[in-house]
């Protein structure tokens, strides 16, 4: 139990165009989803923190206007990456907590983004 | 921000011998929790120790915590080739996140 998928695996993208990267729990429900980001050889840097039905709260440097992140359902985060930049090229990673006052987070695979 | 620092940041070891890896982290914590990273992979949850814990086992996974040092040591034990990854701890502070440590590479040579 409690897998998290996200989708795509990996995509490369044109400068000046978004990219949508959807974060699922398969089998539980996520009051809470957690977007990171990891630079190669680096360690995760947390983006946002979203709950479901509420709007996402960014980390400090993480611009919002940028990184849109929707928690639309229980099972379901999205993260578009808008107006694309190479700098922007990481690998993207989501967990999702199942209960509030859970400890626990279970991470996505992960998405390979390339800019070009 | 990072909250921890793991040391070394590289390992080689041969199969068969242990693997230390240290994290000292800055804050009061609620848990401290290991987590495993293939290359280019998610993140594997290895073991979580809470605060008032001081060491914590599961199989070749031995874990300690020492609040007053903010510190923490993952040992495995006779470790293999398939234990080759980069190995992470990551603090809960009690506000909904974690916050990654620097992380350790580990080579295990056959």
């Known amino acids: 139990g409690a897998v998290v998928s996200q989708h795509p695996s990996w995509v490369i993208c044109k400068s000046g165009t978004s990219v949508k990267i959807e974060c699922r729990s398969l089998?539980?429900?996520?009051?809470?989803m957690f977007w990171y980001r990891q630079f190669p050889k680096q360690s995760l840097m947390l983006m946002a923190t979203?709950?479901?039905?509420?709007?996402?709260?960014?980390e400090q440097g993480v611009e919002k206007d940028k990184f849109l992140i929707n928690h639309a359902s229980l099972t379901l985060s999205t993260l578009t990456v808008t107006s694309a930049h190479p700098e922007d090229s990481s690998f993207y990673i989501c967990?999702?907590?199942?209960?509030?006052?859970?400890?626990?987070?279970?991470f996505g695979p992960g998405t390979r983004l390339t800019v070009t | 921000s990072q909250q921890g620092e793991e040391d070394p940041q590289a390992l080689s070891i041969q199969e068969g011998e242990n693997a230390t890896m240290n994290c000292s982290y800055k804050?009061?914590?609620?848990?401290l929790q290991w987590y495993r990273q293939n290359s280019g992979r998610g993140l594997v949850h290895l073991i979580l120790?809470?605060?008032?814990?001081r060491e914590k086992h599961s199989g070749r996974l031995r874990v300690t915590l020492d609040t007053s040092k903010k510190s923490s040591s993952l040992l495995i034990t006779a470790s293999r080739a398939a234990d080759t990854a980069s190995y992470f701890c990551?603090?809960?502070?009690?506000?909904?996140?974690?916050?990654f440590g620097t992380g350790t590479r580990l080579l295990v040579s056959p």
């Open positions: 967990s999702a907590r199942a209960q509030v006052l859970s400890y626990e987070q279970y």
């Open positions: 089998d539980f429900q996520a009051t809470t």
């Open positions: 979203s709950n479901e039905g509420s709007k996402a709260t960014y």
């Open positions: 804050t009061s914590i609620n848990n």
């Open positions: 120790i809470r605060s008032n814990e």
């Open positions: 990551a603090t809960d502070t009690g506000f909904q996140k974690l916050v």
